[in-house]
């Protein structure tokens, strides 16, 4: 049961935007439609921001977007703004047996 | 609201089993909708999954702890625990109990959190 490859860090100044990937193979991010992402703050739970690829919840503001090609998932965060500092991670549901998988998460810094 | 809330020791012995508890507040346990699940973060690394159960008792772990771990659920007290037996230091972690919404498959609530430290 292999985590999804993120990458490590990404940057981004006040309004630009960055993109996240997350890739798995054709197991968990590429057989289904449950990816989801996830924005931890230092010392905080981790908090839903997508889910089933590219929705939102109530309450996550439209800067926040995702989408899926293949085997990789990705998080678009536009219009980047200071409390936007977080770690993302991904997971995709992987089947009844493996049941679900996280990546290794990503560190964004607003520089 | 939905709320879940860890509560267990916070340090337990090399080798002993670690028992931990969520209490599920503002929704129903019992709904088939959602599975329950534990999920641990190591300082300063990621987040691993490690176990769900479901309102009929129906499990599944990470084949990294199965061995070790037993997930349960209290539907009279709309809690859900986590024990893992035989800790060394390598399982200390924040440990998070989660919803997971079957429709979604997400984990749409979690737990604030628990600091288990494993150290004699």
């Known amino acids: 049961q292999s985590a999804l490859t993120q990458p490590p860090s990404a940057s981004g100044s006040p309004g630009q935007s960055v993109t996240i990937s997350c890739t798995g193979t054709?197991?968990?991010?590429?057989?289904?439609?449950?990816v989801s992402w996830y924005q931890q703050h230092p010392g905080k739970a981790p908090k839903l921001m997508i889910y089933?690829?590219?929705k939102r919840p109530s309450g996550v503001p439209d800067r926040f977007s995702g989408s899926k090609s293949g085997n990789t998932a990705s998080l678009t965060v536009s219009g980047l703004q200071a409390e936007d500092e977080a770690d993302y991670y991904c997971s995709s549901y992987a089947g009844s047996s493996t049941f679900v998988i996280f990546g290794g998460g990503t560190k964004l810094t607003v520089l | 609201q939905v709320q879940l809330q860890e509560s267990g020791p916070g340090l337990v012995k090399p080798s002993e089993t670690l028992s931990l508890t969520c209490t599920v507040s503002g929704g129903s346990i019992s709904s088939s909708r959602y599975y329950w699940s534990w999920i641990r973060q190591p300082a300063g690394k990621g987040l691993e999954w490690i176990g769900r159960i479901n309102t009929s008792g129906s499990t599944n772990y990470n084949p990294s702890v199965k061995s070790r771990v037993t997930i349960s659920v209290d539907t009279s007290k709309n809690q859900f625990s986590l024990k893992l037996s035989s800790v060394t230091a390598a399982d200390t972690a924040v440990y998070y109990c989660?919803?997971?919404?079957?429709?979604?498959?997400?984990?749409?609530?979690w737990g604030q959190g628990i600091l288990v430290a494993v150290s004699s």
């Open positions: 054709s197991s968990d991010v590429g057989g289904y439609t449950y």
């Open positions: 089933e690829v590219s």
């Open positions: 989660a919803r997971w919404a079957v429709a979604n498959g997400d984990f749409d609530y």
